[in-house]
């Protein structure tokens, strides 16, 4: 439920304002004659041109009135009668009888018998012509010329956009944004009183979950103080509100128009607001998921699509029970102040590799915009891009299968524990079919079934909510596990669509060239609107070591980055909306039932070992697509039902230095092999241009303007080079699959050869040396998160400022380099 504005006291008392050149870092994209006249200059500079200096309104009527006045006579004005005798028709009588003229002398001459069939030529090619440029999706200049319109403006001009703030400094714009969105003000007033020692530990609980009963918060503790809770419930929840608000702001402007500065003497401004009503539901059809989808009667994804037709351009959907559960995880994260894990994994299409900075992506524009705001609410939000880079030397069948979707986590699926990680509160799932059709093929359903198993057995304490997937799958863990499910859209529903390149700028940033219609789709295709990236920025320091490239290449079947910001947006969003409500019943409860929260709304670990125990017991004839694998691929069906850890040198991965193959090694001296890292300094970019609605600069709004530019992303270390791949360690994607499933099959029907047969003698094995690890980034940094440090800028990168994260590294070594000797530890199963 989005709860009102913030109230705020009116402290916005400004003296000795800054002149205009204190601001010059600030981007006026406007200038000074558009933002006179409550941003309508161009046409007042015209209208007084004409007036001779007079600023009175015109209305359309009076418009028309002028330009007839000035062709009968150079002394009419506006709204008089002419000072003529002569009556009005014959001037225009005589006027079209002037311009005309010459044209009717042309077509006499051209219509001729000795000129009429070349008339007649001329006359079809003139028409065909002008049919091809009329329906031209540019329209570029009979739009100027026979239309004064465009979607955004009353002229079409380069920068047609409105923007609220030309003619504003920092403070005015600061003072107008948080009287708007409200601002974050929240502080503990008792904090000298809390308890000094820890309480939140798994000693005090009781068991792992950290699932407090109400007794053992101390009396000084937050969670029992109603006056701290209270308060910051209401802040909490109105930070979420303005959240929401400001990305639906990303793409429908700030709602703000006629803002004014005003002749008094503090500087002050004035303005209105659009329609508060409209944009709130508007908003809630562009990003907030169905919760009312019932998987009881809804039995198919067909049946899915006759209910809720547009899921996919909306928000997606969900179920009641299921959004109840991501309530009570994100209430079980703010009653302990534990950290909030998400996991997105999928395809290198669906991690932003092909062309994209690493901060471009779907995961890192989330994270960037949810990342300060739990940050606030006392919660760390943990996020890990996990999935690999694409192959290179595919053949066309290769990349075919791969193109099929659910290949691409296979891999990771097989040590789940170890790689995504056993804290994981929530999965999105992107590895869909890429090609028409959109649906994944019957193993791909299945490996999608393994992958959610592995996730929901992974944790100790933790269950992840699971977004994507097959419906099926998802249907069968949901009814017959109580797993919390759902399938997110792209929030395409209320984007304007682009009509060609000049009405682009017509809107906001976000949403130029994201949606077409049919008529204008070239433009959304087009690489050149789709891909914004560079390799280096020089700012007169020392060289890279190695040169760079103009940008990063474009990879066929790469996704832009406009669809990773919308598609992180609409993630984002529906966290906020399952975050608002969380509050919103945390509320509720207490203000009858007292603090702190009880333990049934919010405890999980009764929840937690429910949904575990039923995906263990599922059986092949009640959710069969996972044990499907043994005919499909060979894999064991215990697999299904058992957790799997792994170690590798893949990256990224979670806990970097525990899940690496040398952390289980017990040779000495495996050392990764690199170029070393670039130590010197790589220039930040800015997501968002100055000038444009940005959310994360709403959402992190303050009592007061801050002086720090606009978050930088990109880090020192945080960056991945191209990897130079040779021939002899490059494996297809056919050949990949072939080789996991030979050695899980070969381990598992060896078992009971090795049993029967004398074992070698572990003490005459000697850890051979020669060892090397390559193809992989030195340092055990690269986790999946933006804020990995150190992670791939390698002095060999021919792209430095790349930002992804993932390669493919291994162990390698020959015949003269003996044994490598690994000890498996925590065995479950084996």
């Not at 304002?17 to 870092?25: L, N, R």
């Not at 760079?548 to 919308?566: C, E, K, S």
């Not at 017991?617 to 691929?633: G, R, S, T």
Request: negative net charge; charged residues 25%; contains cysteine.
């Amino acid at each position: 439920m989005d709860p009102p504005e913030e109230d705020f006291e009116n402290d916005y008392e400004v003296s000795n304002y800054p002149t205009s050149e204190d601001y010059d870092d600030l981007d006026q994209p406007y200038s000074s004659n558009y933002a006179n006249n409550n941003g309508n200059g161009y046409y007042s500079n015209q209208r007084k041109a004409i007036l001779g200096g007079a600023d009175n309104h015109l209305d359309e009527a009076e418009i028309e009135g002028l330009v007839m006045a000035n062709n009968v006579t150079t002394t009419s004005r506006v709204g008089s009668k002419s000072k003529s005798s002569v009556p009005p028709y014959l001037h225009y009588a005589k006027e079209l009888q002037r311009r005309l003229t010459p044209f009717i002398a042309v077509l006499s001459l051209a219509w001729t018998p000795q000129y009429r069939s070349t008339s007649c030529i001329a006359i079809i090619f003139i028409v065909f012509l002008s049919s091809v440029i009329l329906n031209s999706e540019e329209n570029a200049w009979h739009n100027s010329l026979l239309s004064h319109t465009s979607s955004k403006s009353a002229f079409v001009y380069k920068n047609t956009k409105y923007d609220p703030f030309a003619s504003l400094n920092s403070n005015q714009r600061h003072y107008i944004l948080k009287s708007v969105y409200g601002f974050w003000g929240f502080f503990d007033g008792g904090a000298d009183d809390r308890p000094k020692e820890p309480y939140m530990t798994v000693e005090n609980a009781g068991n792992p979950f950290l699932d407090l009963t109400e007794s053992k918060f101390p009396e000084e503790s937050w969670q029992a103080d109603a006056v701290y809770a209270n308060h910051f419930q209401d802040a909490g929840a109105k930070l979420v509100v303005r959240a929401k608000e400001a990305i639906y702001a990303t793409y429908h402007g700030y709602g703000l128009k006629n803002v004014q500065t005003t002749d008094e003497a503090d500087d002050s401004v004035t303005w209105e607001l659009e329609n508060i009503d409209k944009r709130l539901q508007e908003r809630i059809n562009m990003f907030m998921v169905n919760q009312e989808v019932d998987l009881g009667s809804i039995t198919s994804a067909e049946a899915l699509d006759e209910f809720a037709p547009s899921w996919r351009e909306k928000g997606g959907w969900t179920t009641s029970r299921s959004w109840d559960g991501l309530k009570r995880r994100l209430l079980h994260a703010l009653m302990t102040n534990s950290p909030f894990t998400v996991v997105v994994t999928g395809s290198w299409q669906s991690m932003g590799y092909g062309g994209n900075h690493g901060y471009q992506s779907m995961a890192a524009t989330m994270e960037n915009l949810l990342g300060p705001l739990f940050d606030k609410l006392n919660v760390q939000l943990v996020v890990r891009a996990i999935g690999l880079p694409p192959l290179q030397g595919l053949n066309s069948q290769d990349e075919k299968d791969l193109m099929i979707g659910g290949r691409s986590t296979l891999i990771h699926s097989l040590g789940w524990t170890s790689i995504y990680g056993s804290d994981v509160d929530m999965v999105v799932w992107d590895d869909y079919n890429l090609e028409e059709t959109g649906k994944l093929d019957e193993t791909a359903n299945a490996l999608f079934d393994l992958f959610a198993r592995q996730a929901l057995l992974a944790g100790d304490t933790s269950l992840p909510f699971l977004w994507g997937g097959d419906f099926e799958v998802l249907r069968n863990l949901h009814e017959k596990a109580d797993v919390d499910v759902g399938q997110l859209g792209n929030a395409l529903f209320s984007v304007e669509e682009t009509a060609s390149a000049s009405a682009a700028s017509g809107l906001e940033w976000a949403a130029q060239f994201l949606k077409c219609s049919s008529k204008s789709k070239r433009y959304c295709d087009e690489e050149g609107y789709n891909f914004d990236s560079h390799c280096w920025v020089d700012h007169g320091g020392d060289a890279p070591p190695t040169p760079q490239l103009d940008h990063i290449p474009v990879l066929p079947t790469a996704i832009g980055w406009r669809m990773h910001q919308i598609k992180g947006y609409a993630l984002s969003y529906n966290i906020l909306a399952a975050l608002d409500d969380a509050i919103d019943f945390w509320a509720e409860k207490t203000i009858f039932e007292g603090h702190p929260l009880t333990d049934e709304n919010w405890h999980m670990g009764e929840y937690i070992t429910n949904v575990q125990d039923k995906v263990k017991a599922l059986v092949e004839a009640d959710a069969p697509h996972c044990f499907q694998l043994e005919a499909q691929m060979k894999l064991p069906k215990r697999l299904c039902t058992n957790r799997m850890k792994g170690r590798t040198e893949h990256t990224p991965r979670a806990n970097p230095v525990d899940t690496s193959l040398r952390a289980v090694l017990d040779n000495s001296d495996v050392s990764v092999e690199s170029a070393g890292l670039y130590e010197g300094y790589l220039s930040d970019d800015v997501i968002i241009p100055s000038g444009e609605v940005n959310p994360i600069e709403i959402a992190n709004l303050g009592k007061n303007p801050s002086n720090a530019r606009q978050r930088r992303l990109l880090r020192k270390g945080w960056l991945r080079q191209r990897l130079m791949r040779h021939d002899g360690g490059n494996l297809s994607g056919r050949a990949l699959l072939n080789n996991v499933k030979r050695s899980i099959v070969k381990s598992a029907t060896s078992i009971g050869e090795i049993e029967s047969q004398t074992r070698r003698r572990l003490d005459k094995i000697e850890p051979g040396e020669g060892w090397k690890v390559l193809h992989t980034f030195p340092g055990d940094k690269c986790d999946g998160s933006i804020s990995s440090t150190g992670c791939g800028a390698l002095k060999s990168s021919e792209c430095l400022l790349e930002g992804h994260q993932g390669s493919r590294g291994g162990v390698w070594g020959s015949e003269s380099t003996g044994w490598l000797v690994m000890k498996a530890s925590g065995v479950e199963s084996g």
